[in-house]
Each structure stands twice: as C-alpha cells, then as structure tokens.
C-alpha cells in the first residue's frame, strides 16, 4: 500500500535536544560532584515522567538542594545549547519529499506542543504539519504508550499501513510499532547505544541523509 503520511517525532529526531538536555543535568550532578547515571538517563529519553534526577541527586549529596535555582541555570544551559542546533541531517529532504509528493505530516512528541513550537519556529519550520500531537505533561499519553501515535493516524485519517514514522528512542520506537507503524529509527549521540533494533524498530539508519526518501517510499510502492 502506498505510503500517504510521514509521523515524525521531534526531540533528537527533528532536532537534537537529548544531547542539550543531557549536558544540564550532567552539569548539576558534577556541580555536586557526582556522574549522572547513564543507564537511569536512559529512561527518560522519548517520554514523560518516570525516574527523578533531582531526587536522585539529593539522595547522593544527603540533603534538600535549592531546586528552583538549580532548574533555572539547568535550562538556561540547556536553552543555550539547543539554539545551536539545526535540523538533523536528512530531515529537510524528508520534509521537502512530502510536500513533493502530498503526503501528510506530522509531528508526536512526548514533549508540550509550546516546547515543540517555539523550536519551530526558530528554526523556521512552522508551516506544512497537518498535525502536531504531544503528551503535555501526562505521562499516561506518552510514548512508549502508542496514544499520540494513534491520535495522529486519527487526525490525518491514514491507516497505520499508510503512514512511516522516524524515532530515534527505544520508548519512540515502541510506541510507533504499538500503533502498527512501520518505524525507522535514527539515533543519536544519546541513544545510539540504547538497543534500537532490540526495541522493534524495522530499520535503522546512522543518518536519516542515508536513505533518500524516494528510496524509502519506493519499498512500499513495489518500485
């Protein structure tokens, strides 16, 4: 069945935010003389909620820390970083491949649909998606749950068979095959030692600019 709708997901996908928002809390935790644990980070990469890293940097230091403060200088290290980064490569050609062949797009993100927006929009990119579904703060919707991506084959009405969807996370990857999509996963610096393949994902690439998107659609088109 011909392909009609790309789903792409945002954060270290579109952009590379996981490796931004990796280097803030490793900045606290060595601030504080301690490692941020690899292996717990992991779980927070792709979705919402889950394990705490201010608790679990409180823990190791034995006592309250200012939070708020810490946030602040967190984010605002992370911000600056994140303003840096462009589009991954490959994704414009994806994004001009759609419009080229009318397919539908859209973005679902574990994130809030503010966070992916404002980025958006630096990065001048607004204009195209026919829907933008995020979890906004509910870790019940949030992916490796199947939720946002069901919402989305619902607001483009596409069948699961019609559309592909771009993951670079093992929670991302098995929310998309959940939902019955085809995934291509694309790792980055964070997750590229996560077990992408071992997370279902049907195929995965070093750089989404390996695989033109002709190619890709022309393997669902018996081309």
């Known amino acids: 069945m011909p392909i009609r709708a790309f789903l792409f997901d945002f954060d270290g996908l579109i952009i590379d935010t996981e490796l931004a928002s990796r280097a803030g809390w490793e900045l606290l935790y060595r601030e504080h003389g301690h490692e941020l644990p690899p292996d717990l980070w992991a779980t927070l990469v792709g979705t919402y909620g889950g394990w705490d890293p201010m608790a679990h940097l409180e823990e190791l230091v034995g006592e309250p820390l200012e939070r ?24 414009a050609e994806y994004l ?15 994130s809030n649909r503010r966070w992916v927006e404002s980025h958006l929009e630096r990065l001048e990119e607004t204009v195209g998606w026919d829907a ?18 069901l919402e989305a084959l619902d607001a483009l009405e596409v069948a699961a068979s019609e559309a592909v969807a771009f993951e670079d996370s093992p929670n991302g990857v098995r929310a998309a095959k959940e939902a019955g999509i085809f995934c291509v996963a694309v790792p980055n610096e964070v997750t590229r030692d996560l077990g992408l393949d071992e997370a ?12 033109p998107p002709d190619e890709l659609l022309a393997r669902f088109s018996g081309e």
């Not at 970083?81 to 991954?88: D, F, Y």
């Not at 539908?104 to 574990?110: C, D, Q």
């Open 96 to 110: 001009a491949a759609a419009r080229q062949h009318g397919l539908k797009r859209a973005i679902v993100s574990s």
């Open 200 to 211: 279902g994902a049907d195929l995965v690439l070093g750089s989404l600019a390996d695989l």
């Open 132 to 149: 933008i579904c995020t979890a906004e703060r509910d870790r019940s919707r949030a992916k490796p749950a199947p939720t946002l991506y």
């Open 68 to 91: 708020e403060a810490l946030n602040e200088r967190r984010y605002a290290h992370e911000i600056a970083l994140i303003e840096a980064e462009e589009l991954r490569p490959g994704i």
